[in-house]
């Protein structure tokens, strides 16, 4: 049974069961909600307290269910997975399964630091066939398998990427299997980097990476949030496992049908950050999540898309011309900027206000004050301002979060607003939409109300994309 469940249907609380095995409440937060896998030895101590209930099995669970993720499009493809030495190795088991349950032809390498992660045995028993772990491998060598193995697969992953492996690539080492495969290949790569905060965003590594984008190899990932380590927390956590699915079936282009192949695709995504003064500002919650989906779905379906994304704390979606923006006013600067394009869908949850004045300096507070006024202005409306310009595309989608008479307020604002579709979504606070995973929405058209069930964001943008592609007529484009 999972850690959750045992924790929730009446076992002990988290805090109970941490002093009992003597670690920390954070950490079974952590191990609970699939952030980390315990050591044998904190495995055993569960698996006693819960009175053999949850077992060090089930920590390898990690993901989702597999029917709501991603990757259907990488249906029995050739992958060969390479694994680098981090603590977010063990995200790569969940991969293997998930990969192989797409009927994946799996082939892995494991680096010498790979090994003390996860062993040869536990990735042989996922994927029905021992790991590559040797250069010199008198086994596979005679043929020169290091150079099969890179031309044997329609895509290369390597997940974790540590700062070294990505050192190596970028200056063109070769002295073990994992880099000799990475150098001998022709075959599209994606890289997962892992790795600590300060790692990541040392001058090095920022240099191998763009070296690595500028060869055309694909990046996804890191995350935001916390790491493995007690403590910190940054841009350095893995991407999710359905992330990279996301990811590998961009790469590998093999998603099915390309509906929008040869068409733009503009997309605004996350929230904007309105400067009060050098340290505050105004904002919406918003994380993203839906906007980037729809701009991977796009990127899926063939289109070329231009993402514009305010502040996030979740990866650039791979395959997408990603523009990252803090302000409204930058905001409506990179759509202009993006323009012509065949599609605009804006799902950004831009800030209506801005500082009328911005402070250059902070504002501090004044002794025996216990009121302070801002004098805002509004910020201007990308959404109006291009449905009704002169660039305007020829299908233009907006976005209405609302609380109240979701789909009343959401035909109001699509007359109001100029645009051909709002998708409406109600974000009253007990449903939890902001930031979660599921999204139950209603699709305004001028004719037509569709009232769609609820699902994950990556669902619901890829039924958009299904309907965007199935409206748009390449005439209406040249009209
Ligand atoms: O905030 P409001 O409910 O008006 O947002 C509806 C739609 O308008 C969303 O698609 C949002 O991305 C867009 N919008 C915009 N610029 C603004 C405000 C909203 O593009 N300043």
New binding site residues.
Partial sequence: MKLSLWLKTGGISARELAAEINTTEATISRLKNGHALPSMEMAGKIAEATGGAVTANDFLDLGPDSASIPGGGLDSARVLLIISGGIAAYKSLDLIRRLKERNCTLHVILTRAAEEFVTPLSVGALTGAAPHTDLFDARTEFDVGHIRLARESDLIIVAPATADLMAKMANGHADDLATAVLLATSTPVLLAPAMNPHMWSHPSTRRNVAQLKADGISVIGPNEGEMAEAGESGVGRMAEVPEILNALENVLGKAGAKPLEGQHVIV?SGPTHEPIDPVRYIANRSSGKQGHAIAAAAARAGARVTLVTGPVGIADPAGVDVIHVEA?AE?LKAVEGALPADIAI???????WRMAQLADQKLKKKPGATEMTLDLVQ??????LVSRGHKRPPLVV????ETQNVVENAKA?RRA?GCDW?VANDVAHERGVMGGEKNAVHLVMEQDIEDWPEMTKEQVAEMLIERVASAFSPAKASA
């Fill in positions: 605004t409204a905001m804006f799902a950004a949850a831009v800030a209506d910020n201007p409306d990308i959404l109006k907006g976005f209405a979060a604002k607003k709002i």
